[in-house]
């Protein structure tokens, strides 16, 4: 399936007029599917494999926003240090610290997003409540120079209850309104959550950022 314009024309004014951050899951998705987007004016594109994203990055234009949506391994920093706008899944403080350690290589700073995890199924990864404050812990004790953290990021549980959906991006949006008095130096201007089945839930409940795929690209291959 090619990309659903008037989808995306209508999601992207719906969005503007908000202030909230569109970006664009185009992981499966072929070079001109991202194209017929970018023509449109978007450049905000979201991708889950490492491999994928460098490879898509080295064909499309430079002026792009990836943002790394997935579960990064520590190893594979390193491959989108150089170019990478924003690493919304960081779940941990090696992983935090292996950025940091990368980007400062690349003379760089990168903005990143710590994950909590708000579902209540168990595959889904991110931090508690209680690893989040022990990241505070570490960082006020060894602040990172290459990095920023610019927010939060959580994905909601899969279920039909929409109010469990709304209940768990409510939780994230309280724990985020807490982090901003606890580190009133961090930039905190990023609330990642919602995608194309809960987003209009997670703007009522104060996302900032939603990522969107299916309702843009159709169903994944």
Not at 180 to 185: D, E, G, L, S, V
Request: charged share 25%; aromatic share 8%; glycine share 8%.
């Amino acid at each position: 399936m090619a990309v659903n314009r008037e989808a995306y024309l209508q999601i992207a004014a719906e969005l503007g007029a908000k202030n909230i951050t569109l970006v664009a899951v185009s992981k499966t998705k072929p070079i001109g599917d991202i194209l017929e987007l970018y023509e449109l004016g978007h450049r905000d594109f979201g991708e889950n494999y490492v491999q994928e994203l460098t490879d898509k990055a080295a064909q499309l234009p430079p002026d792009i926003r990836w943002h790394f949506i997935g579960h990064l391994q520590s190893n594979k920093v390193k491959y989108i240090a150089p170019f990478v706008q924003l690493v919304h899944g960081v779940d941990s403080y090696n992983l935090l610290k292996e950025i940091n350690k990368q980007a400062l290589k690349q003379r760089r700073v990168i903005d990143v997003l710590l994950q909590v995890h708000i579902a209540q199924e168990e595959t889904k990864f991110g931090l508690d409540e209680e690893e989040l404050n022990e990241i505070i812990g570490q960082w006020i004790n060894g602040p990172m120079e290459g990095i920023r953290v610019c927010g939060l990021m959580g994905m909601a549980s899969f279920t039909d209850d929409q109010q469990k959906v709304r209940a768990e991006f409510n939780k994230l949006k309280n724990i985020f309104d807490q982090l901003k008095t606890k580190m009133p130096a961090w930039p905190l201007r990023i609330l990642s959550m919602g995608m194309s089945g809960d987003y209009k839930i997670a703007i009522e409940e104060g996302s900032t950022l939603v990522r969107i795929g299916s309702l843009l690209f159709g169903a994944r291959s």
